[in-house]
């Protein structure tokens, strides 16, 4: 007997030592969790799902090809098993051995939970909404960025040029194409405790970008200012 009853949570992916670091200070992580129906796709609309699955594919291949060494330098350097979503779709289109059957979700509800609380979402809003066009490489960024060295101290220096605090350490926990969360490690404004205490701020870009180039030439423009005024500063 099938049961058509679905549901599922969607979590923000956090890669690399995002997930521990979060974990070890008691944050949880935002996520969207649906509840709806899942429908068997006509046998007549598997070849134009599948041709749909194949165009986002070709899209992101020539995206990267076409992007600049600032762009794949950072993509490269994110670890393997953070695979974009086109990395996926792919292995299962090659697989010939497997036959899949595909399901469509269709929601009935949508929640959207974070440490404040829960807040339903109006699904007709839900359906007018435009994907950020960071999405798809969000995770491969965030997990790049966090594993170059040089790019994490222009994470800190941001955290003091921007907002005139001096952290001991920082990470980028999410980009999109109005700006990006990092978290930094900042002097503790409790009396009583550590030190020092990881608190997460929010960064904005003057215009928003339109693609993952226009976000990594805006971050490269960041960085290229804090270690100007810096090193003007310092006289290095």
Request: net charge negative.
């Amino acid at each position: 007997m099938f049961d058509e009853r679905g549901s599922f949570s969607i979590a923000h992916p956090y890669p690399g030592p995002l997930a521990a670091l979060f974990k070890s200070i008691g944050k949880l992580p935002d996520r969207v969790a649906f509840t709806g129906e899942i429908v068997p796709v006509k046998e007549k609309r598997v070849d134009a799902v599948n041709k749909y699955v194949e165009e986002a594919i070709q899209f992101e291949m020539r995206a990267i090809s076409e992007s600049p060494n600032s762009v794949r330098s950072i993509l490269n350097s994110s670890d393997r098993m953070y695979a974009s979503r086109c990395d996926s779709l792919r292995a299962l289109i090659d697989d010939a051995k497997e036959k899949y059957v595909i399901y469509k979700f269709v929601p009935s509800s949508c929640m959207f939970i974070d440490p404040n609380g829960a807040k339903e979402i109006d699904l007709k809003v839900l359906e007018l909404s435009k994907a950020d066009p960071l999405g798809t490489w969000s995770t491969k960024l965030v997990d790049g960025i966090n594993k170059n060295e040089s790019r994490r101290r222009a994470l800190i220096l941001f955290c003091l040029y921007y907002l005139d605090i001096n952290a001991r350490d920082a990470y980028m926990v999410s980009v999109d194409k109005k700006g990006f969360h990092l978290l930094g490690k900042v002097p503790s404004e409790e009396e009583a405790g550590d030190e020092y205490q990881w608190r997460e701020f929010r960064f904005e870009f003057e215009e928003e970008v339109k693609d993952v180039e226009a976000f990594c030439h805006q971050l490269v423009e960041m960085e290229q200012e804090v270690v100007s005024k810096f090193t003007d500063h310092t006289g290095l």
